[in-house]
């Protein structure tokens, strides 16, 4: 299917590797331009060398912590206008409810709830005017169903839903979709820290954490990136323009409801 998007614009953040990699590659091969972000420069340069290679899309990349109001400044410069957005930035680290201070939760808050708002208030009123976007935001299955270790996650990424429960809901009418993407457990980095910290508080193996979270899945394995971005890329489709402020989960099975 021609999801109608070659040639537009997008930005995604947090996309060196991992989920932010997989929707970047997904739409580079919808013929998508790029601006993609992380810290690390030299990561990130081969990625963008890497997509560019394989789509032959323009791919810029900005070195940049998209969590500081000097990062976004930066990145969103090289952006300019935008038709796509994908926000996206690391978790928060697992821990105990009694042990987080009031600096760890604005931190988090900072980092997966405020960051994504700070970009969709600079870059939504532009497509608002043109008429057409599309933002997708990367939270977490925890927005359904809250993990306790990972608390700052919950807090943060549920208060980002709400905004954008309400806020898709205003811009609809002026061509811009907004979407929630919520990723179970994907095969990343970030799913391998987290199966570090399970063997370590459990006294088993990196392989037997995660053979166990596996086998908590009904699809019986992780998801891949490539997985979630072929989902993020037919989010910001020109087929989805009916699909509004939605929390669309990808977990193989393994929130166990009916709706
Ligand atoms: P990952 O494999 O660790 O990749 C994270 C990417 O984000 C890297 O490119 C990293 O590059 C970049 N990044 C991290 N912090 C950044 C920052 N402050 N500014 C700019 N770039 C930054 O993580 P992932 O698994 O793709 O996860 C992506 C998001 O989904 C995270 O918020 C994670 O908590 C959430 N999530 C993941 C899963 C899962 O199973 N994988 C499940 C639920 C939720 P640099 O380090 O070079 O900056």
Redesign the pocket.
């Known amino acids: 299917m021609d999801l109608g998007i070659r040639g537009k614009r997008a930005l995604v ?10 929707c970047a590659e997904a739409l580079a091969a919808e013929g998508v331009d790029l601006v993609i ?4 420069e030299e ?2 340069a081969n ?1 963008a060398a890497e997509l560019a290679d394989r789509y032959g899309v323009t791919v810029d990349h900005v ?6 109001d000097e ?1 976004r400044a930066k990145v969103l410069e090289a952006a300019g206008d935008l038709d796509i957005l994908v926000n ?5 680290p697992p821990g105990h409810w009694l042990d987080w201070s009031r600096d760890d939760f604005i931190k988090a808050v900072d ?2 709830m405020l ?1 994504a708002i700070a970009l969709m208030q600079a870059t939504v009123p532009g497509m608002m005017e043109r008429r057409w976007g599309r933002v997708v935001n ?5 927005v359904r169903a809250p993990i306790a270790v990972l608390g700052l ?1 919950n807090t943060a990424r549920t208060g980002l839903t709400g905004f954008v429960a309400g806020m898709s809901r205003d811009v609809i009418k002026h061509g811009v979709n907004v979407n929630n993407l ?10 391998d ?2 199966d570090g910290g399970t063997a370590k508080a459990e006294g088993i193996s990196i392989e037997e954490a995660r053979a166990r979270r596996q086998a908590s899945i009904p699809a019986g394995r ?2 891949e ?1 490539g997985d979630f971005g072929a989902a993020c890329a037919f989010l910001c489709s020109e087929q989805a323009k009916f699909i509004v402020g939605q929390n669309l989960l990808l977990d193989g099975g393994a929130l166990n409801v009916t709706m």
């Not at 996206?88 to 928060?92: L, Q, R, S, W």
């Not at 990367?138 to 925890?142: D, E, F, P, R």
Request: glycine share 16%; net charge positive; aromatic share 2%.
């Open positions: 953040c947090a996309a060196s590797k991992g989920l932010g990699r997989g972000n992380a810290r690390g990561a990130l990625t070195a940049a912590d998209i969590t500081t990062g996206n930035a690391g978790g928060p980092s997966n960051t990367i939270t977490s299955a925890a996650s919520l990723p179970g457990l994907h095969a990343t980095a970030r799913a820290s987290l992780y998801g990136a």
